[in-house]
């Protein structure tokens, strides 16, 4: 930290609303597990209760961006959503778990860390508040907090999915260049590939609606050349999405080999 580092302390959303518009340049932390340093003006957020709930209603939950992630996993696994518990428990450790919040891991600056993946594949939306409006944002184009708005919700739908796979890529209990999430759900109906899901998220994140509506109708099992031509039309996909980006290139051949794994589960 910083000698010079100035930390404030919010009781309420209220006090986080007057404290941005008072002090210049504030920042709002949190568990700061991923900070090596604290801005030099921070807010702590971390105390105010009506950003730290779970609320489970018939299609989906509503997470306080507040709750550390062992409270998510003190949840019966049985009402998440399988990709999502998955991703929760394979960060980090106990210890980090127990001061990691659901805002830092997805509100990250630099990096797509681990739940982003899980959330932007099952559809989840943020809920932004700022002193006058509130507004929502799909994950999926989710790309920061706009000023003068803080997160207040995170809104996960609970659908069944028949195939469901989460793989975290990279180190064990840490992130670096070369760490990635990947998520694959797929529904049939009659023999009929009838929902598909796709999203990859490290250095970059990805998730193509034409590359899942390529596959959606399909027969069962698929084809020989039906996969081929999906592999190669994911791999055009990547290559577009990830072209701003410097990403290793191992994560390529990892994302390939994970979406033909799955894409033979359907088979």
């Avoid at 709750?67 to 428990?89: C, G, M, N, Q, R």
């Avoid at 039309?233 to 191992?250: H, M």
Wanted: proline letters at 5%.
């Amino acid at each position: 930290m910083c000698k010079d580092s100035q930390i404030y302390y919010a009781n309420s959303l209220n006090d986080i609303f007057y404290q941005m518009k008072s002090i210049p340049g504030i920042r709002l932390v949190s568990g700061c597990t991923q900070k090596k340093h604290i801005p030099a003006v921070s807010l702590c957020v971390r105390n105010i209760e009506e950003l730290n709930f779970s609320r489970k209603y018939e299609r989906f939950f509503e997470f306080g961006p507040e709750i550390t992630l062992s409270s998510i996993l003190k949840i019966d696994p049985a009402k998440l959503p399988h990709v999502f518990y998955e991703a929760v428990k394979s960060i980090a450790n106990t210890n980090i778990r127990n001061i990691a919040t659901l805002a830092g891991n997805i509100c990250a600056d630099d990096f797509y860390h681990t739940l982003v993946a899980p959330l932007v594949a099952l559809d989840a939306k943020l809920e932004i508040q700022s002193r006058d409006k509130t507004e929502y944002i799909q994950m999926a184009k989710f790309n920061g907090i706009p000023k003068d708005f803080v997160l207040t919700k995170v809104i996960v739908p609970t659908d069944d999915w028949e195939v469901a796979f989460f793989k975290k890529l990279g180190p064990l209990h840490a992130i670096d260049r070369n760490s990635a999430s990947f998520v694959f759900l797929a529904n049939t109906v009659k023999g009929q590939l009838s929902n598909l899901k796709i999203a990859f998220a490290g250095p970059f994140c990805l998730r193509s609606f034409d590359l899942e509506n390529s596959l959606v109708g399909s027969y069962l099992p698929l084809t020989r050349t039906s996969i081929e031509d999906f592999l190669k039309l994911a791999e055009e996909t990547y290559d577009s999405e990830s072209a701003k980006t410097k990403v290793p290139p191992i994560l390529k051949n990892q994302f390939l080999n994970l979406l033909k794994y799955s894409i033979e589960q359907l088979t």
